[in-house]
């Protein structure tokens, strides 16, 4: 069985992502630079030939949701916190890869060799202290326990899931961690890192590092 990647996120409504950054960008950049993140996202999965559905958070029947469609299986998230959210898609028959779109940075070929780690649930850390993919499901044993009543968006989120993972008996795999955009100091590190996209270095707003 292939796998499947699950890739979250929002529709990018002024004032409702990426809302750290309002300050720096302005509410409509910040819209720009989430939809702009969303699309290299897209990019760099599209090139593992990976089957992609993507679960919005917001209207479906908006055109840049539209505009996925055509391009990926499109669904809503569902009602609930992250983690509700996260069982929801991940703790079935398809072993499923879950990946949010604030790590622009991760390479492609991890995402194929998590799918098929032999370990129950897997992890890739982000160091604010989250995890930017987790892969769960397929004939593996239920992981939902995981993810529930963790603190997220803390420092906490990824010690409490392998917390909950441990207690459950599962095994737990792990690939390299990556960093997320999630406040400016993140922008200026994102605009000198080489491996950033030419395309998000126009979002990114006034730059405190040389850029490349």
Known sequence: MIGRVVIFTKVPLPGTVKTRLIPRLGAE????LHAALVEETLRRVETTDLPVLIAISGPLDHPWARALARRHA????????????LARHLCGTERR????????????????RALHDPADVVFGPAEDGGYWTVVAGGDRPDAAPIFREVPWSTQQTLSVSLHRAQAAGLTV?????CYDIDDPADLDRLAADPACSPSLLPLLGPADAPRH
């Open 29 to 32: 950049g910040a819209a720009s």
């Open 74 to 85: 499109l669904c809503a998230q569902g009602e609930g916190d992250l983690g509700d959210r």
């Open 97 to 112: 890869l879950a990946l949010g779109t604030d790590c622009p940075l991760f390479e492609p070929r991890l995402l194929a």
């Open 173 to 177: 795999g792990w690939l390299p961690p």
